[in-house]
């Protein structure tokens, strides 16, 4: 069973970076033709996709995030994290991190969630 949790700070102030990390247990982050992806959910609106890291180590992130956003990967503690720059309140969300299966680009495996809000 692979198991996914976030973890990091729930408040961050504008013009802060937002620092998350997702620990995995019950598979690599290695494991051929995985991707460790992030997405968040703001209040009221729909899941946007964030970005992911191969199992190469290999990164693509959404274009429309892509100058604000870092993935990297931390294979000796099976750990992916992101950073994000520069919030604002509309950076307001629950950060999800999942496992996307490049077998059939579907998502099997997802964290609970965890509740980031950018306030002063």
């Known amino acids: 069973q692979v198991q996914l949790k976030e973890s990091g700070p729930g408040l961050v102030k504008p013009s802060q970076t937002l620092s998350l990390t997702c620990t995995v247990s019950?598979?690599?982050?290695?494991?051929?033709?995985?991707?460790w992806t992030w997405v968040r959910q703001p209040p009221g609106k729909g899941l946007e996709w964030i970005g992911y890291?191969?199992?190469?180590?290999?990164?693509y992130y959404s274009p429309s995030l892509q100058s604000r956003t870092s993935i990297s990967r931390n294979t000796s503690n099976n750990q992916f994290a992101l950073q994000l720059s520069s919030v604002t309140p509309e950076d307001t969300a629950v950060y999800y991190c999942?496992?996307?299966?490049?077998?059939?680009?579907?998502?099997?495996?997802w964290g609970q969630g965890t509740q980031v809000t950018v306030s002063s």
């Open positions: 999942a496992r996307l299966a490049g077998s059939n680009w579907s998502f099997d495996y």
């Open positions: 890291i191969s199992y190469l180590g290999n990164t």
């Open positions: 019950g598979d690599s982050i290695t494991a051929l033709r995985f991707y």
